[in-house]
Nanobody, 117 residues
């Protein structure tokens, strides 16, 4: 099992940048595929980005592709989401997700990102 805690959210002007951090505790973190999801008010939670356990494969939702970058440092049990060129429509609560080797999902409690025009 793993516990996930997000940080780095806040308020930023359109065009600005933020870096979100997901800090994990628990065994076998390095075997977990990791991802970021977000949920805006009145919407369903949606996929943003994910990264394989070894960092060799990354995936992005079309609307963030080219603006966001996911990375991980297994030695620090940490996953990052670098968010550049932020837009008001990026405003949401961002959640970190881990998936273990048998397909069990673990979620953080979220961090709020607010982008103003």
């Amino acid at each position: 099992q793993v516990q996930l805690v997000e940080s780095g959210g806040g308020s930023v002007q359109a065009g600005g940048s933020l870096r979100l951090t997901c800090s994990a505790s628990g065994r076998t973190f390095s075997s977990y595929a990791m991802g970021w999801f977000r949920q805006a008010p009145g919407t369903e939670r949606e996929f943003v980005s994910s990264i394989s356990w070894d960092g060799n494969r990354t995936y992005y939702e079309d609307s963030v592709n080219g603006r966001f970058t996911i990375s991980r440092d297994n030695a620090k049990n940490t996953v990052y989401l670098q968010m550049n060129s932020l837009k008001p429509e990026d405003t949401a609560v961002y959640y970190c997700k881990g998936r273990d080797s048998v397909g069990m999902d673990y979620w953080g409690k979220g961090t709020l990102v607010t982008v103003s025009s």
